[in-house]
């Protein structure tokens, strides 16, 4: 699967990306079912990034996007998922390790650091209740914005305007 996005990290301007998402036995072979087995990860995820538009970004010899690497690894837990990402940035270019750090300084993985923050503070506030929209006979709980009128008093149509 891949994604076509816009991106902007930080003080950096806005740029075009291609994130490539592809299986992540392709990185961790039969690992991963033993570690999923072992309960040390519920969920993996791997992908491969570049920087460019559209098409147009540099990709390896298998076609994927090649300025960053990505590794997501979840457990589920009693209070929820825990996510921890993992970045390989300018690795796989080929270039001398002088170039890749220009190239990949330290202050965009702070940017990275930033996005993945942001990004889960938001999602922890609204998977919860796509959850809920979702699961609500099988949680025992009324059934959301429909039926009762007290929830659909405070429900409001604007949640993502």
């Given at each position: 699967?891949?994604?076509?996005?816009?991106?902007?990290?930080?003080?950096?301007?806005?740029?075009?990306?291609?994130?490539?998402?592809?299986?992540?036995?392709?990185?961790?072979?039969?690992?991963?079912?033993?570690?999923?087995?072992?309960?040390?990860?519920?969920?993996?995820?791997?992908?491969?990034?570049?920087?460019?538009?559209?098409?147009?970004?540099?990709?390896?010899?298998?076609?994927?996007?090649?300025?960053?690497?990505?590794?997501?690894?979840?457990?589920?837990?009693?209070?929820?998922?825990?996510?921890?990402?993992?970045?390989?940035?300018?690795?796989?270019?080929?270039?001398?390790?002088?170039?890749?750090?220009?190239?990949?300084?330290?202050?965009?993985?702070?940017?990275?650091?930033?996005?993945?923050?942001?990004?889960?503070?938001?999602?922890?506030?609204?998977?919860?209740?796509?959850?809920l929209?979702?699961?609500?006979?099988?949680?025992?709980?009324?059934?959301?914005?429909t039926?009762?009128?007290?929830?659909?008093?405070l429900?409001?149509?604007?949640?993502?305007?």
């Amino acid at each position: 699967m891949t994604h076509f996005i816009k991106e902007s990290l930080g003080g950096i301007d806005v740029m075009d990306m291609q994130l490539k998402y592809l299986d992540p036995a392709e990185i961790f072979g039969e690992e991963l079912s033993k570690t999923k087995e072992r309960g040390d990860a519920d969920v993996v995820l791997y992908g491969w990034a570049g920087i460019g538009e559209n098409w147009k970004c540099p990709k390896d010899d298998k076609g994927r996007p090649n300025f960053m690497q990505y590794v997501g690894v979840g457990r589920d837990t009693p209070y929820g998922l825990v996510l921890r990402n993992h970045y390989w940035l300018a690795d796989e270019l080929g270039v001398p390790a002088e170039q890749a750090e220009q190239m990949a300084p330290e202050q965009l993985a702070l940017y990275l650091m930033e996005h993945d923050s942001n990004e889960f503070h938001i999602l922890g506030k609204v998977i919860p209740s796509f959850y809920l929209r979702d699961n609500w006979e099988k949680l025992g709980e009324p059934e959301p914005y429909t039926k009762h009128a007290k929830l659909s008093e405070l429900a409001t149509t604007k949640l993502f305007v």
